[in-house]
């Protein structure tokens, strides 16, 4: 158990639909990142906040966004859901300082099935 | 811009010969480099990395990792493989400007009994 959470586990919706991914990073890392797993794209890094600030950004679509909470939770809303991003979506944490080689550690995933 | 790949779908081993799961990076500069494996229906565990210093890492379960600057490698070794090691291996990259991560696509480690 690597102490982060992610809910839900599982998410069915419909296309058009928006969806809220929740992230609960280990106790005392301040940096969360996001990730979206499928078979053809792969591990995709989508974006990290740090203390509450954006950090760095990846391959995260418009249609995407993310916070992350003065208690150091993150969300991920995922609006005008397509077949395309059924996928599995990893949250990790890293701990306090930031800097860009501290290794991550992931939650279980919340797996988005779009129908 | 940044890549990783890894040239191995798939790598089938013996339990107990040694094993090298292949990686190689292009990014600007320096890298971070780390390796993760996923088990099945498991989030990704943090097996060892490369920030600077000796080219030769070692990580968690007996894994090692040599940075190699001249060939932009950095293969995953192990002595001795175990069955319980079959899993999939990412090998991952980071420039030191920390504004992106990218992983490789993955290689599907088989140790056979």
């Known amino acids: 158990d690597s102490g982060v959470t992610q809910t839900p586990k599982h998410l069915i919706t419909a296309t058009g639909q928006r969806v809220t991914l929740r992230c609960s990073p280990r106790?005392?890392?301040?940096?969360v990142y996001w990730y979206q797993q499928s078979l053809d794209q792969g591990l995709q890094f989508l974006i990290q906040?740090?203390?509450?600030?954006?950090?760095a950004k990846g391959n995260i679509l418009e249609r995407f966004s993310a916070q992350q909470f003065p208690d150091l939770h993150s969300e991920l809303n995922l609006s005008s859901l397509e077949l395309g991003d059924s996928a599995l979506y990893f949250c990790?944490?890293?701990?306090?300082?930031?800097?860009?080689?501290?290794?991550?550690?992931f939650g279980p995933g919340t797996r988005l099935t779009v129908l | 811009a940044q890549s990783v790949a890894q040239p191995e779908d798939q790598v089938n081993v013996a339990e107990g010969n040694p094993l090298t799961v292949k990686c190689t990076y292009s990014?600007?500069?320096?890298?971070?480099l780390f390796w993760y494996v996923q088990y099945p229906n498991r989030g990704l565990q943090f097996l060892l990395k490369?920030?600077?210093?000796?080219?030769l890492v070692k990580g968690s379960y007996g894994f090692e990792a040599e940075f190699n600057k001249s060939q932009t490698s950095f293969h995953l070794k192990k002595p001795s493989a175990l069955v319980s090691d079959s899993a999939l291996y990412f090998c991952?990259?980071?420039?030191?400007?920390?504004?992106?991560?990218?992983f490789g696509p993955g290689t599907r480690l088989s140790v056979l009994p």
């Open positions: 990790a944490s890293s701990v306090r300082s930031g800097m860009s080689y501290n290794e991550q550690f």
């Open positions: 106790s005392g890392d301040l940096s």
């Open positions: 906040y740090y203390n509450g600030e954006e950090r």
């Open positions: 990014v600007s500069g320096n890298p971070y």
């Open positions: 490369y920030i600077t210093g000796d080219n």
């Open positions: 991952a990259v980071r420039d030191r400007d920390g504004q992106n991560f990218v």
